[in-house]
């Protein structure tokens, strides 16, 4: 068994060499793919639960919202598009945003919302307009957390975006859901690449959410590491 | 010449054969044989992947909490399998233990670790110091503190892990549909492929709604299990 594993395993290093290009286009295709429903998600997500934030209103929903989005599976949301929109990029990207707004607008509504209310009422003493109290103490203090978000939502973006191959959203995912055409070996491949693109956006964004972390907040950030990661 | 034999498929109702948005008399009919069966697996699914995942992260993080060196390799191996796509998972195991139940457990199990293990370490870090003094000084043993004051006092972080290890297996688990026609995600699959809708709508519902009552009642669990909270929550 474990010989045959071997085997498998070996033929799928074959198969990465022989149809680079395949993989190529479609890894790229996949982040293609993956960058637009960031982008989407990021533009409902972050000004949403900023305001929310900002105005300490809408607890309750902007808390919740990310369980409900870990609730509900991702093939469940593809599969219930598809059936609304039909089968295409339309259908993929509505899925993927669906499932990437909750933890960017929960983990920005906190991260606003938990801001040192002493910062806030020092800055609105020194008489700044509520606008410049967001732009220059709330924004920049929320920065990290904010951040975070964006990073499990692009992980788990690059995950679901795998499963909306079977509605006709490309990438990666058109190798891994069809086993006839590509055999056990091109899976295993595109696996493969699909868990390094995964790991890959994870530890970039982690770096760049570090770069973002204002050299005073550095300590407070390093022993803080948001659990409300959602799985694919 | 012999006539040829035609299956009966039995009568299609005018809404199922138009395929509109839900048809109440499919889920009806098909409630026995289709969703029943597939609802029951899903529930096996999650409660043997959460199982095997609470015992090893429990393990894992008592072992954590005494020997520190253990807590980074776990968290770091478990984080990286929490990375990985489910679909890519199951594929790369696919290979080692084919297309079974097998392929789908390791994979689930393996996605519940770094929750349940994370929590269960903070919530034995958390317990306060002048607790475990006042259990020393009432003279109890390493092991007596850990079974009477530690554990009991994580309790609730142990259940906020296990809320999240649930819900997100019983989202998981429909994904398993592509190795094996296991779970809700069979139905799902099948009718994706056929443009079936009354039976993606009628399986997905199940699937939200098993993981909103699985979540429920765990909330319930955590009352029943830390009755000396009560008095907390009220005041």
Not at chain 1, 191 to 215: E, I, K
Not at chain 2, 107 to 126: D, E, K, Q
């Amino acid at each position: 068994m474990i010989l045959a594993a071997l085997d498998v395993f070996a033929n799928s290093l074959d198969f990465l060499v022989d149809r680079r290009e395949l993989l190529l286009e479609k890894t790229w295709e996949h982040i293609e793919l993956s960058l637009v429903a960031l982008a989407i998600s990021i533009l409902i997500g972050v000004p949403l639960g900023v305001a929310l934030g900002h105005l300490h209103r809408g607890s309750f929903l902007a808390v919740n919202i990310a369980n409900i989005g870990r609730a509900l599976p991702t093939l469940v949301v593809i599969a219930v598009g598809f059936t609304v929109l039909g089968i295409g990029f339309t259908n993929v990207i509505f899925a993927l945003v669906v499932l990437g707004v909750p933890p960017i607008l929960t983990n920005a509504y906190v991260a606003v919302d938990e801001v040192d209310r002493d910062a806030v009422e020092a800055a609105r003493g020194m008489g700044m307009t509520p606008i410049q109290v967001l732009r220059r103490v709330e924004l920049p203090l929320a920065l990290p957390l904010l951040f975070a978000g964006i990073r499990t939502a692009a992980v788990f973006i690059v995950a679901t975006a795998t499963i909306a191959a079977i509605a006709g959203g490309g990438g990666l995912g058109d190798i891994l859901v069809n086993q006839a055409a590509y055999r056990v070996e091109g899976l295993v491949a595109a696996a493969l690449c699909v868990s390094v693109l995964a790991l890959a956006a994870d530890a970039g964004l982690g770096l760049l959410q570090r770069l973002l972390t204002p050299a005073g907040l550095k300590q407070q950030v390093s022993s803080f590491e948001p659990d409300v990661r959602p799985v694919v | 010449m012999a006539q040829p034999v035609i299956p009966d498929f039995g009568e299609a109702s005018e809404c199922v054969s138009e395929n509109r948005l839900f048809c109440p008399d499919w889920v009806r009919d098909n409630w026995d044989p289709v969703l029943q069966p597939a609802l029951v697996q899903h529930i096996q699914l999650t409660l043997i992947a959460v199982g095997f995942g609470f015992v090893i992260s429990l393990g894992a993080a008592l072992a954590a909490h005494r020997l520190r060196f253990v807590e980074r390799p776990f968290a770091w191996v478990s984080a990286v399998i929490y990375t990985i796509p489910s679909l890519a998972l199951f594929q790369l195991l696919v290979p080692i233990t084919g297309l079974t139940v097998t392929t789908v457990e390791i994979a689930l199990v393996g996605y519940t670790l770094l929750i349940l293990f994370r929590n269960t370490l903070a919530g034995l870090r958390a317990v306060p110091p002048e607790v475990l003094e006042a259990a020393r000084g009432m003279g109890l043993t390493a092991g007596q503190t850990l079974w009477r004051v530690e554990l009991p006092l994580a309790v609730p972080a142990i259940i906020a892990g296990l809320r999240i290890a649930v819900v997100s297996t019983i989202a998981l688990a429909t994904v398993a549909a592509f190795v094996v026609s296991r779970g809700l995600g069979g139905p799902i699959l099948g009718a994706l492929r056929l443009d079936f809708r009354t039976e993606i709508i009628a399986a997905g519902a199940l699937a939200v709604g098993l993981a909103v009552l699985a979540d429920v009642l765990l909330v319930l669990m955590q009352r029943l299990a830390t009755p000396w909270a009560a008095s907390r929550r009220s005041a």
